[in-house]
T-cell receptor, first 111, second 117 residues
């Protein structure tokens, strides 16, 4: 069973703080781990992605940390801003490139 | 920036009726997908489509569902006899290529909210 477990379900952070969202997967055949950001009324949009041959990828304030042995990966949002308030989905896929999504984390960043 | 467009944005239908959800993928994309998201739950894969045929489908995509690319631009999802539990947000997505390339993310539309009463 392909499954991606995501936590927490919701997260409230003060402006300037660090938001951390965690995901765990079961299928060791997964080889691509994207994060999607979804604003209300919109479809998910690719935010950042990582392959298992690296342990960390950083793009601006967004960082993915990847632990292959633990089968876990996480999204860190540094200096969180109110505009970051959205639902974040982790996902994982095999080479067929059809991602399996986590349940999503609703992030609220208070000004 | 090119985008995936979906119509209608909201569809209300009665149980047992047929609905067709429409999508226009990004023009140079070759792979097309339907996902659904029941309110407050995860985004679930339904089906992928390439070269005018289904390439992969999930257990959700039963005989009540069908997909079609009737012309060079539209990609449709048909639900033959809707059930209450089909109420969800349906997202269409497209990608340039699949498989060996990691630089081909899915581009999602804004979704069609289907309400079955």
């Amino acid at each position: 069973q392909q499954q991606v477990k995501q936590s927490p379900q919701s997260l409230i952070v003060q402006k300037g703080g660090i938001s951390i969202i965690n995901c765990a997967y079961e299928n060791t055949a997964f080889d691509y781990f994207p994060w999607y950001q979804q604003f209300p009324g919109k479809g998910p949009a690719l935010l950042i992605a990582i392959r298992p041959d690296v342990s960390e990828k950083k793009e601006g304030r967004f960082t993915i940390s990847f632990n292959k042995s633990a089968k876990q990966f996480s999204l860190h949002i540094m200096d969180s801003q109110p505009g970051d308030s959205a639902t974040y989905f982790c996902a994982a896929s095999k080479r067929s490139y059809i991602p399996t999504f986590g349940r999503g984390t609703s992030l609220i960043v208070h000004p | 920036e090119p985008e995936v467009t979906q119509t209608p944005s909201h569809q209300v239908t009665q149980m047992g009726q047929e609905v067709i959800l429409r999508c226009v993928p990004i023009s140079n994309h070759l792979y097309f997908y339907w996902y659904r998201q029941i309110l407050g739950q995860k985004v679930e894969f339904l089906v992928s489509f390439y070269n005018n045929e289904i390439s992969e489908k999930s257990e959700i995509f039963d005989d009540q569902f069908s997909v079609e690319r009737p012309d060079g631009s539209n990609f449709t999802l048909k639900i033959r006899s809707t059930k209450l539990e089909d109420s969800a947000m349906y997202f269409c997505a497209s990608s340039e290529r699949q498989g060996r390339s990691y630089n081909s993310p899915l581009h999602f539309g804004n979704g069609t909210r289907l309400t079955v009463t």
